[in-house]
């Protein structure tokens, strides 16, 4: 008590003007540090301090996340944990299962989430049946981002296949631009590699091989393909995609130097930002021949156990990621469809609306499954298994032939 | 200072308890950071070779159950790629580092005039981190932004002076590259490293007695073969230390390979030191990070042990 009661003291005499009066105030960890993923939570900032609640950012750069949850794991050890942090999938239920979660049992029932939240989300907004995340969006990675000039160039209609998907891309190539935009690190190369295997193999053999690590599914055929093409698309990169950030790429498909890009929709938020228009200036389809499914991953930001005087402030925060009006006005900026049912799409964009429609068409249907490549399909530690052997095959360091017998080596050993 | 102790055993003055601090005085403030080094230095090594035999995966469990982590990290293909590389990796860089830093020092020692400002020149990639290194280096080699493109407007499409060699279609694609990205590392590592290099060879250069030249010099040696016969052999104390700071260097090296390729393409340029970050905090398998941990510890023991050996026993002798 002694040792605390001083270190306040020093922080107070060190800050010089410690406030009268406690503020109530949120530290949140993220990694939302493109463009338009800045923009977006400035919303939610915005929301919080109307109701007396500071934000204190704890920004950690990195599109995966993977720093960020260095910084969250050295925070919790050393037994100051932010008030919430971004997490995805099965991290969630890791730190969900490691005891540092917080109980929002009660924001949930005063704000009724059982129904509101989606089924699939649901799965990893509790541990053990209590609330210990809200969802913040429903992010899909199955797009494909395409600049309508060069589309209209080559005279052609979005692809709906793969085989239209190679045409479309032998004509952009023909046009002397890079053809697919692509940024090359673990997470980008199996984000592309599962919008080709949902492409190539439809739901069923999508959650037999990446949900269930079928065995039979890892080695079949159609694996194969999936491998293969996966060479053949490298063909349409540019030289210097190794190691590129994914808004980058991105940006590439704005300027018109590239001409389309697979990614997750928050790709959208770096064309809403450069104010491009949909249908005029981008055209975003479902990656060709996954129309009707969606692999999503959803933002969730975990509440971490707190001392008393901090949980007002937490809970408000969890009721307002919910709020409607926050989650339109995020998921607008952002690109990804509202994690709250019944939400009115009037205000979104064509890309917002096709997304909100996707969503609810997949979920009635079962076919709203987890990404791999964004950790709502496995642990890190399979997940990584993956990644492994996607990126070593798609740089050309494994054939189909090692990749397929690679493949179910990795993630055995990664059990 | 006398061993003999000041004192006068009957007075017990002030006199005395000023002598005692005195002679406390070195150890009292050498203590704090002694205890430091002990616990976050030797405790934290201790700390990972117990993590090593735990079943630890996203945070540590202190659970013992043996060999296992050190099984699976053995049984990971990332593992040997990691090891090759780095004997790619080290030896390319101890060996080039070393004759570039040698060759610098021996022609800047012939007393050539603007010394004074080539010295700092060539030390000065020292001065900047890895991670800068790393950055500069990433773009200049990037062939879309750097070396490639620039040669590309300078209406060369293919690297000129290579294809004179006969080499038809080459492109300096090293850094995307999955065969030739490691050797990226080693350029711009030695790049970093060479000055520094240098400016140790030149120390030892300048330490060498004139005499013993300038007698060589009377009984007509010819230049190379002084430096060859006498110069060099006289420098084996410095050859050592840079081999041991190199050494450690190109095995701890973990910035560079992330700012410069990010370990990619593929996990070409993984090194056992990006190996153990990524399985102790990307992947949740703690105890394999630590186990790679303690085999990277074991490596530089075995180079630190023989040279720390070798120096007490020169003192000594």
């Known amino acids: 008590m002694r040792i605390r009661k001083l270190a306040f003291v020093l922080t107070a005499g060190v800050l010089g003007l410690a406030p009268a009066k406690a503020q109530e105030q949120v530290e949140v960890l993220h990694w939302w540090t493109a463009g338009g993923e800045a923009a977006a939570l400035s919303v939610l900032k915005d929301n919080l301090a ?22 969250l794991r050295a925070r919790v050890t050393a037994g100051t944990p932010p008030t919430a942090a971004q997490l995805l999938g099965f991290n969630l239920r890791d730190w ?60 052609l209609q ?57 065995p039979a599914a890892l080695k079949s055929d159609k694996m194969r393909k999936a491998f293969d093409t996966m060479t053949k698309l490298r063909g349409y990169f540019d030289k210097g995609f190794s190691g590129r950030d994914w808004n980058l790429s991105t940006a590439m498909v704005i300027k018109g130097e590239a001409g389309a890009q697979e990614m997750g929709d928050w790709a959208k938020g770096e064309f809403i930002g450069a104010k491009k228009v949909p249908d005029q200036d981008f055209v975003c389809i ?19 156990k707190l001392g008393a005087k901090d949980i007002p402030a937490q809970h408000k925060m969890a009721a307002a990621v919910l709020d409607t009006s926050f989650q339109i006005a995020f998921n607008k900026v952002k690109g990804s469809a509202p994690a709250r049912l019944g939400v009115s799409d009037a205000e979104f964009d064509a890309c917002g609306k096709k997304g909100i429609k996707d969503v609810a068409e997949a979920m009635a249907a079962g076919t709203m499954v987890g990404s791999l490549a ?42 | 200072m006398s061993a003999v102790p000041l004192t006068d055993p009957a007075g017990g003055s002030s006199s005395s308890r000023a002598e005692r601090l005195r002679h406390a005085l070195p150890k009292l403030v050498l203590a704090p950071s002694f205890a430091l080094v002990l616990v976050f230095v030797y405790g934290f090594i201790l700390w990972t070779i117990y ?34 590389n780095l004997a790619i990796f080290g030896s390319l860089y101890l060996l080039l580092c070393t004759a570039i830093g040698l060759t610098l020092a021996i022609l800047l020692d012939q007393r050539i005039r603007f010394e004074g400002v080539l010295r700092p020149i060539f030390l000065y990639p020292m001065a900047l981190s890895f991670i800068v290194t790393g950055t500069a280096w990433q773009w200049f080699l990037n062939p879309t932004l750097g070396l490639g493109r620039t040669m590309q407007a300078l209406g060369w499409p293919t690297w000129a ?157």
């Open chain 1, 50 to 71: 109307k109701q007396g609640v500071t934000w204190k950012d704890m920004p950690v750069a990195g599109g995966s996340g993977v720093q960020a949850m260095t910084a």
């Open chain 1, 96 to 155: 969900g299962s490691q005891g540092f979660a917080a109980n929002l049992d009660d924001v949930a029932k005063a704000n009724d989430w059982e129904k509101l939240v989606p089924e699939p989300l649901k799965a990893f907004s509790k541990d053990a049946g209590h609330w210990v995340a809200v969802p913040v969006n429903i992010h899909s990675t199955n797009w494909l981002w395409i600049n309508k000039a060069a589309l209209d160039k080559a005279g």
């Open chain 1, 158 to 214: 979005p692809p709906k296949t793969l085989d239209e998907f190679i045409a479309m891309l032998d004509a952009f190539k023909a046009q002397g631009i890079t053809a697919l935009a692509h940024g090359g690190s673990p997470w980008q190369d199996t984000t592309l590699w599962e919008a080709v295997v949902l492409s190539i193999g439809g739901m069923d053999f999508y959650k037999k091989a990446v949900l269930q690590l079928d």
């Open chain 1, 286 to 304: 479902r990656f060709p021949g996954t129309q009707g499914n969606v692999l999503f991953n959803a933002d969730q930001f975990m509440m971490f």
């Open chain 1, 374 to 415: 964004h950790g709502y399909a496995q642990p890190d530690s399979i997940k990584n298994a993956f990644f492994d052997v996607v990126t070593q095959h798609l740089n050309g360091q494994l054939t189909t032939d090692q990749a397929l017998t690679r493949l179910p080596a990795a993630i055995a050993a990664a059990k």
């Open chain 2, 51 to 84: 993590l090593s035999f735990t079943p630890s995966r996203m945070l540590p469990v202190y659970q013992l159950i043996g060999f296992d982590a050190y099984q699976r990290l053995w049984s990971q293909p990332n593992w040997y790629v990691a090891l090759q």
């Open chain 2, 161 to 317: 002076p290579v294809r004179w060699l006969g080499w038809e279609n080459a492109q300096f694609d090293w850094l995307v590259n999955t065969e030739t990205a490691i050797y990226t590392v080693v350029i711009a590592g030695v790049w970093q490293a060479s000055g520094f290099v240098m400016a140790m060879f030149l120390a030892g250069l300048r330490g060498i007695d004139g005499e013993i030249i300038k007698a060589a010099e009377i009984d007509g040696a010819s230049s190379f073969t002084i430096y060859r016969r006498i110069i060099i052999p006289l420098l084996r104390p410095v050859f050592l230390s840079v081999f041991i700071v190199l050494a450690h260097m190109a095995i701890k090296s973990y910035d560079l390979v992330k700012a410069l390729t990010g370990g990619g393409p593929g996990n070409a340029t993984e090194l056992p030191s990006t190996f153990m970050y990524s399985f102790t905090y990307e992947r949740s398998q703690m105890a394999v990070g630590a186990a790679s941990a303690v085999i990277m510890l074991m490596t530089i023991t075995a180079i630190i042990v023989p040279y720390l050996y070798s120096e007490l026993r020169e003192r000594r002798g």
